[in-house]
């Protein structure tokens, strides 16, 4: 039986999977295939630290070029992240004739316009599974399983780090950073935690999704990214008590003028299927002219899951190398000379509905002020509470539900309720989605 070699670089949470995996798969994967897969090579750091994997008969080296210009190498599958060393050895990968898995969003969101092109010249496939939520073959469900639809929409939640701090933050007491130090320990924080947080993950995710949904080529710089660090345990017990989530979600939609591509905190009604996606889960769903909407769920994050998505691609890759290039899946799913490079909107353009939550002194006369800018802004209150500040006696803690609005027309109006002489600290607000 043929026998197919991988070089590895990097044994970290995803490498130390992808080992696990291919050791203890290897029937499964042969009865697949009808061929064995065989680590060669690893790369690493640091050789001294001990590892959970079973490395035994592997070369192992913290020369990462060796792995990139292995002889017996077919596979190369980089699994070190970031986008400076990693896109130098994929690039060298690739002009060495070698195929490449990886699910490293941040290269494939930045850097994949130029990667797609260089594999193409080189006759060699990218895959890139794993980069995407995880566990969820959704790249696959939405690059190959809908390619009948014009995709209208998608949305997802698609950063596991995020929701599980989200998920966590809903009880009492607890405390942003301890989560978060949980969430790296349980291996689903990127290296720099920063980037789950601030909403630069799940941008770099939906701008491979929505390149995928609408044949667009990847532009990360347009995505609107706002994380959830300044979300409150108030503001998710608000959202609780007003029948919604809090939820980062990441969301793309093809309008008349162009694409909106955005990452932002929402707040999304408690019987929507979305609100209910806890912890590590995540979910996407994509709206087809075809099928209508669909949804794929399952763990965003972790060893397990993600190396399954990368031992998934490996073998797709075993399957299509030897095809000729015109008959495999093109990378982003459309032609690559049909991708468009299309505007993408202002997110002042969109119209939805928000949570407002401010803190004020509470004494007669602010409600008006308040209410008063809001009318002349043609902004209705369609909800209003009221509770005493847990932070200061003399201040009120104000939550507000609008109408739907205009981005650009809100943000004039909370311009304005921001100089009100009588308005504490920074007004919060969230974005408010049905996902119908
Ligand atoms: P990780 O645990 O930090 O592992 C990174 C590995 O790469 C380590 O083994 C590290 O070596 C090695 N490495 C890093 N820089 C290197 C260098 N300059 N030379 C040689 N080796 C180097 O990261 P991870 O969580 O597995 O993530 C890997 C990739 O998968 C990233 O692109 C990440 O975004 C993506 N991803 C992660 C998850 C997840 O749940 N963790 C899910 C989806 C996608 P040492 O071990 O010696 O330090
Ligand atoms: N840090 C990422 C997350 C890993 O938490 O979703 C999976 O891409």
């Known amino acids: 039986m043929k026998t197919v070699k991988i070089g590895l670089l ?50 192992l080296t913290d020369n990462t070029a060796e792995v990139v210009n292995h002889p017996d190498v077919d596979i190369v599958v980089e699994l070190m992240g970031g986008t400076g060393l990693a ?23 930045e850097h994949g316009n130029s990667l797609f092109a260089l594999a193409q010249k080189h006759n060699v496939i990218v895959n890139y599974e794993a980069a995407v939520a995880g566990g969820i073959p959704v790249i696959k469900a939405v690059r190959e399983g809908l390619a009948a639809n014009k995709i209208e929409w998608l949305a997802g939640i698609i950063n596991g780090t995020g929701n599980y701090i989200l998920t966590e933050m809903k009880e009492p007491g607890a405390d942003f950073s301890k989560v978060l130090k949980v969430a790296q ?24 999704l929505a390149s995928i949904a609408f044949g667009i080529e990847l532009q990360f710089d347009k995505v609107y990214t706002e994380g959830i660090s300044k979300i409150s345990a108030d503001d998710i017990r608000f959202a609780e008590q007003l029948g919604y989530e809090i939820k980062h979600l990441g969301m793309a939609s093809r309008l008349e003028n162009g694409y ?33 909407p669909t949804m794929y769920y399952g763990p965003g994050a972790g060893a397990g899951p993600t190396a399954s998505s990368v031992v ?37 353009e969109i119209e939805t509905s928000y949570y407002i939550r401010c803190f004020v002194e509470d004494h007669a006369g602010v409600l008006v ?41 809100l943000n004039l109006a909370l311009s304005a309720l921001s100089q009100l002489k009588e308005m504490d600290a920074e007004i919060m607000r969230i974005r408010i989605e049905t996902l119908g």
């Open 260 to 292: 909106s591509l955005r990452v932002h905190p929402a707040m999304v009604p408690k019987t929507v299927l979305m609100a209910n996606v806890s912890g590590v889960m995540n979910a996407v769903m994509a709206y087809g002219d075809h099928v209508g």
């Open 87 to 109: 896109k130098e050895l994929i690039e060298t990968a690739i002009q060495n004739g070698k195929h490449v898995v990886t699910a490293n969003k941040a290269l494939i969101a």
């Open 369 to 409: 002020k308040i209410t008063t800018i809001l009318a002349d802004s043609n902004i209705n209150i369609e909800h209003l509470y009221q509770e005493p500040s847990t932070q200061k006696p003399s201040d009120a803690t104000l939550v507000m539900i609008t109408n739907k609005v205009k981005e650009s027309e």
């Open 10 to 59: 990097g044994l970290g949470t995803v490498g130390g999977g992808t080992v696990d995996i291919i050791n203890n798969t290897k029937h499964e994967i042969q009865r697949r295939l009808g061929q064995n897969i065989e680590i060669a090579i690893i790369a690493m750091r640091d050789l001294n630290r001990s590892r959970s994997a079973d490395t035994a008969g592997i070369q």
């Open 312 to 348: 998934a691609d490996v073998i797709d890759v075993i399957r299509w190398k030897d095809q000729p290039q015109a008959d495999r899946v093109p990378a982003l799913g459309f032609a690559a000379d049909q991708l468009q490079s299309a505007p993408v909107v202002s997110i002042e």
């Open 185 to 208: 320990e349980l291996g689903y924080a990127e290296a720099d935690p920063t980037f789950d947080v601030e909403g630069i993950d799940a941008a770099h995710k939906l701008t491979i």
